[in-house]
């Protein structure tokens, strides 16, 4: 058969589905170019719904998903627990150094380069680490680039990423810290704005003002942060006065640990993060 598909995506969760909007949205690729292969028949509308224009997905035991590892373009967002199922099933092979393989770019958190490279012998493999905020085009995004990736292909796995994300060449043995800090980050970074609104709630105000406030709180502390150029710790000794509010709110903070237990949170979800690689 003839394949008229350039771009293949394996797997359309929320992140893949945003990623692929947004390149559609961009005109990276047109909706005829794209092929969407799902695990089950049940996902195929619950995935095409959540575009404004059509193109082809299909489940894993359709015929037709084969085509997506002839493409040149991919993009690996299954489950990692799914990625034993998964078969490399190239129609031709690769017999020449000079002929750039396939791009495979995976987002598969924990999934290592090297592991990627046995399982897609005929693929130039990718490891993407983008992160929650990216839904709302505010992410950051960690690449590690395999061996046979060439420049060509390193550029446009940057132009894939950039329009929802700051984009960061790491190596791959930095991307378990990135993790833990940007992937991770967001879950504790809600947590500690629940408890400051918790705060307030009790202190007395209403819950909608207290949330409300919270989030304009961290909102304005980041931008005065990245804008005026500040160390955290400067800006810290701008807020707390001598025997104010602030410093006693500090000292409470500090005798109950909470800068360690945030180091340790990073810590410990870099370390986790490399045991499941």
Not at 13 to 19: E, P, R
Not at 39 to 55: L, M, V, Y
Request: charged share 20%.
């Amino acid at each position: 058969f003839q394949v008229t598909f350039s771009f293949g995506v394996i797997g359309l969760g929320k992140m893949a589905q945003l990623i692929l909007r947004s390149l559609l949205e961009a005109d990276k690729f047109k909706s005829e170019d794209v092929l969407g292969v799902v695990g089950q028949p049940g996902s195929i509308h619950r995935a095409a719904k959540c575009f404004s224009t059509d193109f082809l997905i299909v489940d894993a035991k359709d015929p037709r998903g084969n085509q997506v590892w002839d493409l040149p373009v991919k993009l690996l967002a299954v489950k990692p627990q799914q990625l034993t199922q998964i078969k490399e099933n190239c129609t031709y092979s690769i017999n020449s150094a000079s002929v750039q393989k396939p791009l495979l770019i995976s987002i598969l958190a924990g999934v290592k380069l090297d592991r990627l490279q046995a399982l897609f012998p005929s693929h130039a493999c990718v490891r993407a680490v983008p992160n929650t905020p990216a839904l709302v085009n505010s992410g950051v995004t960690g690449l590690s680039w395999g061996d046979d990736v060439s420049v060509a292909q390193q550029r446009l796995v940057i132009e894939f990423f950039q329009p929802i994300s700051k984009v960061y060449e790491l190596p791959e043995d930095q991307l378990d810290a990135f993790l833990a800090l940007t992937s991770s980050g967001p879950a504790y970074l809600a947590l500690v704005s629940e408890a400051l609104a918790d705060g307030a709630v009790a202190a007395g105000l209403p819950r909608h003002l207290s949330n409300t406030l919270t989030y304009a709180t961290i909102e304005g502390t980041v931008r005065l942060l990245k804008e005026k150029e500040l160390h955290p710790g400067q800006l810290k000794d701008m807020v707390a006065s001598p025997a104010g509010t602030t410093i006693r709110a500090l000292r409470h903070l500090e005798k109950e640990g909470v800068r360690s237990a945030l180091i340790e949170a990073v810590v410990l979800a870099a370390k986790r993060s490399r045991e499941l690689s």
